[in-house]
């Protein structure tokens, strides 16, 4: 049986976010995703528009993720996405259910907002799934960037088979052009 702790989600601009907090979420990204994550930033191609942060009883940071509010165009027609980006647990608070409290926490956000979709990218679905999450496949152009220096190299077109959507919105999803009007979470 898991024990219930107390966590404290806090929703944060980025342009707030300096010092102590700061080296909080690097430490945190590079412990998720290694040290192949900028060890000069908080981010790894664009500064998400917030974050929620989930501290413990401790007020150590054991859960992140990003947010991007952004325009795209689906077949076409625009749609209005809230992009989920660096969604992380550190590995000491894994299987705690912060992960999913994170997305919920998301979801709630959504509510009475002119937001039609969540999308993200995942290697591992198993989380996102399990919070009515749908992987989809389209044909997707976006804006590439150099993650080293941050200057643009061009635009990318392909199929992502990582891509997961959440409808939270009126629109419909479909299988077409996904054009994302900017550079890939």
């Avoid at 707030?16 to 998720?32: H, N, R, V, W």
């Avoid at 989930?54 to 054991?62: F, I, K, P, S, T």
């Avoid at 976006?142 to 891509?163: A, S």
Wanted: hydrophobic content about 35%; charged content about 30%.
């Amino acid at each position: 049986m898991k024990v219930e702790r107390e966590y404290q989600v806090k929703q944060i601009v980025d342009y707030d976010i300096k010092g102590k907090m700061k080296a909080e979420i690097q430490e945190l990204l590079t412990e998720c995703f290694g040290d192949g994550y900028p060890d000069d930033r908080i981010y790894f191609k664009q500064i998400p528009h917030f974050r929620y942060l989930v501290h413990n009883e401790d007020q150590r940071l054991v859960g992140h993720v990003g947010v991007d509010y952004r325009v795209m165009k689906l077949e076409g027609e625009p749609i209005n996405v809230l992009g989920i980006i660096d969604l992380c647990v550190s590995k000491d608070s894994r299987s705690l259910g912060i992960g999913s409290q994170l997305l919920f926490e998301l979801e709630r956000f959504c509510d009475g907002r002119n937001i039609d979709f969540l999308l993200l990218f995942a290697d591992d679905p198993s989380l996102y799934e399990k919070n009515g999450f749908q992987s989809v496949s389209n044909q997707c152009t976006w804006m590439k960037i150099n993650d080293q220096n941050q200057t643009t190299r061009g635009i990318g077109t392909e199929t992502i088979n990582e891509l997961m959507i959440k409808r939270v919105g009126t629109k419909k999803w479909s299988s077409g052009q996904l054009d994302m009007l900017g550079y890939l979470y």
